[in-house]
């Protein structure tokens, strides 16, 4: 029975899939592979990958639809992809209205990727902010649909206590618990992306929610513990460029809550126009005789 169990599970998949194509969406610092992540997994070229995964490339949410891995008699997949969540250049004000405007809110996902690179060591705090973001961005978010893909497999060996301990923190800071069943390493080959397809489940009901603006806000006024809490955690303080991170941060918090304190005045002077009642003066000609 065990050993059918898979099999029915990807038989469902591929029957519902008949009809829809599976949807996903990555999450991830930026420069960290996603681009090329789903590029190997719709067996397309169609995503900007910076080889050096040194600075974000993507800037705005393009979509693609293709057979998983680019064999035709695969499911289909219809991927997102995504500014890097992290990139302190794009503010989260700014990604939230690029999901709003490139994705919109009666777009589903079936399926949220953590990607992440192989030489971080160490959970940095643009992986803390993916974390959060996709928990606090969409409607019906649960931890069974995530999974997690180690990029650059192919360059940085990988080892199961690095990945339990990697796990360990991103249920500390974001409280997001993943099994070591959600995670893959990709060594840049279709192969290595094949458990990623075989796990792939269709749910359709992630929806971007109706409250991001506030989800944003609440997410940026946390950042600033969080910067503290993983130097705390690390044995030491935070470094120069951190301390300005968060000034920075902080700058947009602000920026981001004026901006949203300015609309609702804005909406509610339309309420109230649209609630007096409107004043109609009809002019009629004069009944009497003309002389």
């Known amino acids: 029975m065990s050993t059918l169990q898979p099999l029915l599970q990807q038989y469902f998949v ?4 008949k009809l829809r194509p599976l949807t996903i969406i990555p999450f991830g610092a930026p420069g960290v592979g996603k681009s090329n992540v789903l590029n190997v997994l719709i067996g397309k070229l169609i995503f900007v990958s910076n080889a050096s995964a040194a600075s974000g490339v993507t800037r705005i949410i393009r979509s693609e ?5 680019g064999v035709p008699t695969s499911i289909k997949l219809t991927v997102y992809d995504a500014p890097g969540v992290g990139d302190l250049q794009i503010s989260i004000q700014q ?7 490139g994705i ?15 030489s971080d060591t160490r959970i940095t705090i643009q992986e803390i902010m993916a974390l959060k973001a996709m928990k ?25 206590p690095w990945i339990a301990q990697k796990l360990q ?14 995670v893959i390493l990709f060594s840049n080959t279709s192969d290595s992306l094949k458990p990623l397809v075989q796990k792939l489940a269709p749910s359709g009901d992630m929806r971007v929610k109706t409250t991001i603006q506030q989800e944003g806000l609440r997410l940026m006024s946390e950042l600033p513990n969080d910067f503290a809490a993983k130097a705390q955690n690390e044995g ?17 918090h602000e920026e981001m809550k004026k901006k949203i304190e300015d609309g609702k005045v804005i909406e509610q002077k339309l309420r109230q126009q649209l609630a007096q009642p409107k ?4 002019q009629r000609p004069s009944s009497g005789a003309c002389n």
């Open 14 to 17: 591929q029957m519902e899939h």
């Open 65 to 69: 639809t293709g057979f998983a891995l």
């Open 95 to 101: 990604m939230i209205l690029d999901l709003e405007g």
């Open 104 to 118: 919109g809110k009666t777009v589903s996902f079936d399926v949220t990727l953590m990607v992440f690179k192989a």
């Open 136 to 160: 606090a961005f969409f409607d019906n978010f649960l931890s069974k649909k995530v999974l997690c893909v180690i990029t650059h497999c192919d360059k940085v060996p990988v080892t199961e």
């Open 169 to 182: 923190m991103f249920n500390k800071y974001s409280g997001i618990q993943l099994g070591r069943d959600q």
């Open 236 to 252: 030491g303080k935070m470094t120069l460029e951190e301390l300005k991170q968060v000034k920075q941060v902080q700058q947009q």
């Open 279 to 282: 004043i109609v003066i009809i």
